[in-house]
């Protein structure tokens, strides 16, 4: 199983940047892929997730006004679109997997696997994001 993350980079505060997560080795469909981030000294934060059966998603209340998951499921990827980016932004961010349990999920499976990013059963080296004011 691989996750690969890429994307990240530095950039001014308000800028933008936009992370891909190419997944292999697992039946795509059947996961909710997601991005969790961590900075240095501080705990996981789970970010955003996607529920690649049907697409539903979820972001945490600290960027769901900035950033917007999203997949193709043709090319195995999930996106992170991150705008507005502030300095408290700044960590690596991982991209992750969890097996579903029902293919079609509810929105609330979704929320727990988005606020519990210790439960992912995979997850990828990550990609650093700074954000500088």
């Known amino acids: 199983v691989q996750l690969v993350a890429s994307g990240g980079g530095l950039v001014q505060a308000g800028g933008s940047l936009r992370l891909s997560c190419k997944v292999s080795g697992i039946a795509f469909n059947e996961y909710a892929i997601g991005w969790f981030r961590q900075a240095p000294g501080k705990e996981r934060e789970g970010v955003s997730c996607?529920?690649?059966?049907?697409?539903?998603?979820y972001s945490a209340d600290s960027v769901k006004d900035r950033f917007t998951i999203s997949s193709d499921n043709a090319k195995n990827t999930v996106y992170l679109q991150m705008n507005n980016l502030k300095p408290e932004d700044t960590a690596v961010y991982h991209c992750?997997?969890?097996?579903?349990?029902?293919?079609?999920?509810?929105?609330?499976?979704?929320?727990?696997?988005?606020?519990?990013?210790?439960?992912?059963?995979?997850w990828g080296q990550g990609t650093q994001v700074t954000v500088s004011s």
């Open positions: 996607i529920s690649s059966s049907d697409g539903k998603t």
């Open positions: 992750a997997a969890e097996r579903l349990m029902y293919l079609i999920p509810s929105i609330n499976t979704i929320i727990e696997v988005t606020e519990t990013p210790r439960e992912y059963d995979y």
